[in-house]
């Protein structure tokens, strides 16, 4: 299952559920897509699900660890280009019908969230479309300590829809309780999803 995965299935193997249960909405939402990127993939454990679902799929992640143990476990039947690359550096080469990142922007500081987004909108394509997902604030109360440690950059629904109001025309905003996806009172959600279309 890769570095990650296995990390988890060994640590809580419920959260692994909740981990792929993110990246099963994401593959819905971009059915059917030519070309999509996918920011921040760790070892890629969640990308054969959008791989499902859209013809072509890039992966990147600043962390050459990761991706070289996603490339030691590609499987021919499920091709999938792997690439180490660092948001906060420049964009991704290319023009994507779809964009997606998920648990990457809360690890992001503040001062730096702008380049990471505006990086990433740059190889959006006019008319595609864009996922970001992370923890809620509000779930924090209940995250552990090493969870907390990296998560700099949690928000709450209306800051997180705010934020990309400013790159986006129309922000759409998901939830999520561990696997179940919903459109309930924000502040008792666990997960929160922004879907970006028209970008400014």
């Known amino acids: 299952m890769g570095l990650r995965g296995t990390q988890v299935w060994t640590d ?8 792929l249960s993110r990246y099963k909405f994401v593959a819905k939402m971009f ?6 990127l996918e920011i921040g993939c760790g070892d890629a454990i969640g990308s ?6 859209v013809k072509n799929l890039k992966a ?8 070289q143990d996603a490339l030691d476990r590609v499987d021919p039947d499920w091709p999938i280009e792997l ?12 023009s994507y019908d779809g964009i997606y990142a998920l648990d990457v922007l809360e690890h992001i500081p503040r001062e730096k969230e702008d380049i990471f987004i505006r990086n990433a909108v740059a190889s ?17 109360e ?19 829809k705010q934020v990309m109001q400013r790159y986006f025309q129309k922000v759409f905003i998901f939830s999520m309780n561990d696997e179940v996806l919903h459109t309930g009172f924000y502040p008792m959600s666990q997960y929160i999803f922004a879907l970006c279309c028209g970008r400014k």
């Open 142 to 160: 209940y995250a552990s300590p090493p969870s907390k440690a990296g998560h700099v950059n949690c928000k709450k629904v209306p800051e997180f």
């Open 83 to 94: 690439a180490v690359h660092d948001m906060l550096e420049g964009s991704v080469p290319g």
């Open 12 to 19: 809580d193997p419920r959260h692994l559920l909740f981990i």
């Open 60 to 67: 990147v992640d600043f962390d050459a660890v990761f991706i």
């Open 124 to 140: 959006l394509k006019g008319d595609g479309s864009l996922i970001f997902g992370m923890p809620s604030l509000e779930s924090q």
């Open 31 to 36: 059915s059917g897509f030519e070309d999509v």
């Open 48 to 53: 054969r699900m959008v791989q499902q679902e």
